[in-house]
């Protein structure tokens, strides 16, 4: 079947099955950020962002995209090294196998969310399970990120 | 594996109700049980194209399309002030907001799942589903019916005056409730619904009268009737044992939860 | 600069997050077959026929093997040290099945649509037994998980296949009975841990291939590179000579990856057909047929007098090695070993184990490696003990922990403690915690109720005497470094921290160091990353090197500046006799280049006699709702000594994460079965590991000793991490509540039947 949609800020055209989902639809397309951790909906390592809201790409039909705007960190690579230089300078990357989904789901908060509390995110954050960290330092360089672009806004704004 | 024949995003829901005649059709809703199981549907009908994923907040009702996320419910602050926080509080802890955002309203209750939150609190509202061939069902009813080919277009809740309470139990922030429970006053009706039993959600009628007048209580009255109608409840809301609890744990929190909730619907602080 | 002790970023760090394709699925080629495996849906079974004919017809399925097609020679898939200790038990398939989810048949096919085809199409005829799933009717049960006659312990470890019997054994020490009798306080307690799963994000997969010399390339998700080679050597039949096995970056592995779970099924396929092939396991294979902690009950008897010392422990393992017998007879020891070495003052101790084979799923490798089961129950044992001796548990501790110096009873790896600040945790904990004030509990008046707990814990250093770290340090022509190791980062960071260690032998920059991933061609031998050895020992190695590297550049650049090596001195820079008289280390390896005999490369390999142990105390307050019985940590302290630490960030991350593997091990994980021995928690929906909103405050800090056999001091951190939670919290639970739960997971169903029971018997 035919598939129009925007990925990573191109307008693409391919041919899909109906049964494939998104996520090995993306991997295919060379969107190797995109990770598989279970069956079940419960990890979060899939995440993409679809029209800016953030969605399990194992939990949906490629052909859902349709006409949406699809990112994945491909899309995002000068935003997730601003964001990672924090969790990397925590230790809290570690094995790395969670951090796409996870810094995607960061992007999404920054959209939906203004100004959270730690509760915020961490509860904006539940679906991104992590093993290798304990979360702590997730958080810490979250917080650090945070009042980073909150102070480059107001610096922005004073120019 | 998921195998899908053909998928179709329909123009009208007459058309997905044609399709859906088929036994192997299916209609997709959010998908996150659809993609875990082993199906061979033969036409996939997809709604998605239809508008049908807003809440139509109307002068006596709101309408909730059927393919509304899970999200956007949460989010949605009109809901959020009618329900007082407890549709919000529903939705939280189910799985993360990506999960969420790919979650249906139409497939979380037309599924009439056991361990669902959302059905849990709409059966505590003044709720009715809306059905293509059917029309429009009290929930209290749709739950009791057996699964068919009708198609759910939106869920209906009507704004007659609610106050409502909804607490659940759970051996992890974000796992399935070992039980749930919501508790409301519509009008001056009190409801009370114990989900996740295992089984699906029901109203407990209070056939007592313990709850009868509960507004015009006092806080100690209110205090007593709680705890009264809580022992009821747990003596007669049939529960059962999964691998998350016992019959006998689930007992125990009928008690527990159906008196916190009454209680913080009567404003009794602890 | 210097980069030890400092919290340097981790050299892969940017590319993990920036999502580059750097794991063992991005690199598979597009054009690999993929492989799958019919699985026993009985927990006791023997192939009385199976038909794969209609299953070869489906289209793009390039082979179909059953027990038919592979060699009759059983292996081990525990990637441990030959000879290994654990039994060779195992064949690529068998004829008899052992445990629900064990491998019936091999399928590769060019799509995963075809694959899972053809499973649905092989015929298999089962004779269904009885299966033995209960491990308390294991040992000299009339059945017997293996049978077979070609059955093998290479190692006397008290193995026995008539009997069930992985390992089993006795180990005394003074008269336990005695001591015991002369205790003025004593439990007898039995406490019982379930078999959890690493449940690292990145599932079991390999991916193979033949290059242009006809040999097997295996790229794979592995702690464990040069054993895997040797491995398929043996499961394959061919010398490991004709196998490479490389290791790319790990999604995790925690000891999961320490046995070869996947790579024999696809090297099977590639090596037979010639044809690229990969799996990867789902969610639901990395949970019924991975390789989980061992299950085991613990009985602890203790013994103290009424000053509080304890002076007799005895410990008697029961451990359910499942199925199959990889790692079985080598967890079992640190249940017992470093769980009394914790308690210095005692006289007299027994250890015994037995470690049987039952009909479900195959036990492996886990963080901590049975020492987080026994720290578990002798720990509990001892916060009972001072229950019942109305002392404080942190007191008990501060009067018998292990200190330098002194003894570490039944730890065999070192007699005394070589380097400990056991008491400065302990001292530290407390402040953080405000143990004081907050002991034994606080009732919040709304229903709920805080209260804390402490435990103590160790591990080793790598296992003495026999775990080997390897380096390679080399000169490049341009002035930089090659560093090459064959220990595996999965994760952890040990690449970046050999590299701190090598830059500060070398006085050069970090930048300067590059390090490559392990390739079992190239790499130096290294046991590989295990028993919380890396740093300690591959460390050690990498520190040799660089000295044997630094006097051989000095040898050059004397010889460049025409005098004895013994006049030159090397400051990272220059090799120099004085300010007028030096050469530049680009000058001496440019000069390695031209009309030179003189290698500029150095490899060390490094085998450590003793095992320090790292140490480590942690306190957990938790707030308990009366009602419905649910635990939330609110709080967790840890103060560690795992020596020098060489990359603090790294050390407190680790530590982060081990605890809150740790939580989960208390609180919510799981493991519950069928009737027929089929495990119902088969994904991350059943088996809950915890999320961000499970856990509270976790704050580590860290007071480390100077181990002076370790780089620079250190010892490790790997695993010692794990081992306090569980018995921290049991202990706070019974503190805020009266209710003590014997076996873990410790659900509010527990708690609050536990409760309700207190309050009946009232």
Redesign the interface.
């Known amino acids: 079947m035919n598939l129009s949609f925007w990925l990573n800020g191109v307008y693409r055209h391919e041919e899909v099955e109906p049964d494939t989902m998104l996520l090995d639809f993306l991997r295919e397309k060379g969107c190797y950020s995109v990770k598989c951790g279970c069956e079940t909906s419960n990890c979060g390592l899939c995440t993409v962002l679809m029209d800016g809201k953030p969605v399990l790409s194992c939990s949906m039909l490629a052909l859902r995209a349709e006409g949406k705007k699809i990112v994945t960190m491909e899309g995002m690579q000068k935003e997730a090294e601003e964001f990672g230089a924090f969790l990397a300078d925590e230790g809290a990357e570690q094995c790395g196998f969670c951090n796409p989904g996870f810094i995607m789901n960061i992007f999404a908060m920054e959209n939906e969310l203004e100004d959270p509390t730690e509760e915020e995110i961490k509860e904006y954050l539940a679906g991104n399970l992590c093993r290798c960290s304990g979360f702590v330092g997730q958080t810490r360089s979250i917080l650090k990120y945070l009042e980073y672009k909150k102070t480059k806004k107001r610096e922005e704004a004073e120019e | 594996m998921l195998k899908i024949k053909s998928y179709v995003k329909v123009n009208s829901i007459a058309e997905a109700y044609e399709l859906n005649q088929k036994k192997s059709a299916c209609v997709l809703g959010g998908m996150i049980w659809l993609k875990m199981g082993n199906r061979n549907v033969s036409t996939a009908i997809d709604l998605s194209g239809l508008g049908l994923d807003t809440v139509q907040e109307l002068e006596d009702e709101y309408v909730i399309g059927c393919m509304t996320t899970l999200h956007d419910l949460e989010i949605n602050k009109s809901l959020d002030a009618f329900t007082q926080g407890a549709l919000r509080e529903s939705l939280r802890h189910i799985v993360g907001v990506q999960f969420r955002n790919c979650a249906t309203v139409g497939g979380s209750i037309f599924g009439r799942y056991g361990f669902s939150d959302v059905l849990t609190l709409f059966l505590a509202m003044d709720t009715w589903v809306d059905l293509y061939q059917a029309g429009r069902v009290p929930l209290a009813e749709f739950v009791k019916m057996k699964k068919d080919r009708d198609i759910l277009q939106a869920v209906i809740v009507k704004k007659t005056p609610l106050k409502t309470v909804y607490l659940s139990q759970r051996n992890t922030e974000t796992d399935f409730p070992v039980l749930t429970c919501a508790v409301s006053l519509i009008g001056e009706q009190p409801r009370t619904v114990i989900g996740a039993r295992p089984g699906c959600a029901m109203v407990v009628e209070d056939k007592e009268d313990f709850l009868y007048g509960f507004t015009e209580m006092s806080k100690k009255e209110k205090t007593e009737a709680a705890r009264r109608f809580s022992e009821y409840a747990a003596a007669n809301v049939p529960v059962g044992s999964n691998m998350r609890g016992s019959g006998e744990y689930r007992r125990l929190l009928t008690e527990v939860l159906t008196r916190r909730a009454w209680e913080t619907l009567g404003g009794i602080e602890k | 600069m210097s980069y030890v002790s400092k ?1 340097v ?2 050299k ?12 063992t699925n ?1 690199l598979a080629s597009k054009d690999c077959l993929i492989v799958k495996i019919l699985r026993s849906p009985h927990a006791n079974a023997w192939i009385e026929e199976i038909k794969t004919g209609t299953a070869k017809q489906v289209n793009g399925v390039v082979a179909v093997y059953t027990y038919k097609d592979v060699p009759r020679k059983r292996f081990t898939l525990a990637g441990q040290t030959y000879p290994e200790l654990s039994p060779y038990d195992h064949y690529i398939l068998d004829q008899r099945l052992r445990f629900v989810g064990d491998a019936v048949a091999i399928v590769a096919a060019e799509t ?2 075809a694959a ?1 085809k053809a499973l649905k199409r092989i015929k298999v005829k089962y004779r269904v037994d009885e299966p033995v799933l209960d491990m308390h009717k294991a040992k000299d049960g009339k059945i017997l998980v293996h049978p077979e006659e070609d059955w093998e312990a290479k190692i006397p470890v008290g193995a026995d296949n008539k009997r069930n019997l992985c390992a089993s054994g006795v180990e005394e020490s003074g008269d336990v009975e005695k001591i015991l009798g002369e205790c003025k306080y004593t439990v007898d307690r039995t406490y019982h841990t379930k078999a959890n799963q ?6 079991f997969r390999t991916y193979c291939y033949k290059d242009y010399f006809g040999r097997l390339n295996v790229v794979s998700s592995t702690q464990v590179p040069f054993h895997v080679r040797r491995i398929l050597g043996n499961a394959l039949d061919i010398p490991s000579s004709k196998i490479r096995v490389i290791k790319p ?4 592995g ?1 000891g999961a990856k320490q046995t070869a779970v996947t790579e024999i099924y696809p090297a099977f396929v590639t090596w037979m057909t010639g044809r690229p092939s990969k799996i990867l396991y ?3 294979e990395s949970q019924i047929c991975a390789s989980p902690r061992h299950e085991m009950e613990i009985r602890v008897r203790a013994g103290a007098d009424e000053n509080g010392i304890v002076r007799a422990l005895d410990v008697y393992t029961l451990s359910n090695a499942g199925a199959y017998g990889e790692h079985s007879p080598t967890t079992v020891g640190l249940s017992g070993h470093k769980s009394i070495a914790l308690y210095r003052h005692t006289e007299a101790h027994r250890f015994a184990y037995d470690v049987v084979y039952t009909n479900v799923q195959a036990a492996g490798a886990y963080r901590g490696y049975g020492a987080t089961q026994g720290i578990y129950a002798v720990e509990s044992a001892i916060n009972e003990l001072a229950h019942m001796m109305k002392m404080d548990p942190v007191k008990l501790r501060e009067l018998n922990m292990p200190m330098e110096g002194e003894p570490l009873p039944a730890y065999q790896d070192c007699i005394t403690a070589p380097s400990c600040t056991m008491d400065q945790c302990m001292q530290r904990a407390k402040e953080m915690m405000n143990w004081d004030e907050k002991y034994p509990y606080k009732d919040m008046g ?2 709920k109720v805080r209260g804390v707990g402490v435990a103590m814990a160790m591990q080793g250093s790598s296992i003495a005497g026999i775990d080997v770290g390897g380096a390679d340090m080399k000169l490049n022509e341009d002035g930089s470094y090659t560093l090459g190791l064959g220990c595996t980062d ?4 040990c690449d970046t921290i050999l590299s701190q260690i090598a830059a500060d032998c070398l006085e050069t920059s970090i930048e300067n160091i590059v390090v490559f991933g392990v390739d079992t061609d190239i790499s130096p031998y290294d046991s590989g990353s295990y028993a919380s050895a890396t740093t300690y020992t591959t460390g050690m190695a990498v520190f040799q090197a660089c000295q044997e590297l630094r006097k051989k550049i000095c040898a050059l650049g004397a010889k460049m500046l025409e005098v004895n090596p013994e006049e030159v001195n090397f400051d990272g820079e220059f090799v120099f006799t004085d300010e007028e008289h030096k050469v530049s280390l680009k000058e001496v390896a440019i000069k390695g280049t031209c009309g030179n005999t003189q290698e500029l490369q150095v490899t060390r390999t490094h085998c450590s006699p003793i095992s320090p142990p790292p140490f480590m105390v942690g306190m957990a307050e938790v707030e308990v709702d009366k ?2 019985g ?1 635990v939330k940590v609110i709080d967790y302290a840890a103060v560690v000594d795992c020596g020098t630490p060489i ?1 603090p ?2 050390v ?2 680790q530590t ?6 740790g939580i989960g091990m208390a609180l ?1 994980e799981d493991v ?1 079965y069928t009737e027929k021995g089929k495990i ?2 088969n ?4 088996y ?8 509270g ?2 704050r580590v800090e860290i007071r480390g000793s100077y181990e002076p056999s370790g780089p620079f001091g250190a010892k490790s951190i790997g695993e010692l991490v794990i081992n306090t939670p569980c018995p921290a919290i049991a202990d706070a639970v019974y503190n805020a509540t009266g209710v003590r739960v014997r076996e873990l997971p410790i ?3 527990k708690v ?2 536990g409760i ?1 029971k207190q309050k009946l018997e009232k």
């Open positions: 919290p970023r981790k892969d760090a940017m590319a993990l997050v920036t999502g580059k394709p750097v794991f991005d995963e649509a899972e690493q449940a690292m994000m990145e599932t970056r790990i999604g995790g925690f789902s969610r639901y709304n229903g999965m994760g952890t960071g009602e419905t649910s990359n960030n790294l407190r991350v982060e994460g081990g605890i809150v593997q919510h519950q119902r928690n994904s991350f929906m059943q809950k590991i915890p999320s961000r909103l499970d856990i405050d976790v659900t509010p169903e609050a039947m309700l």
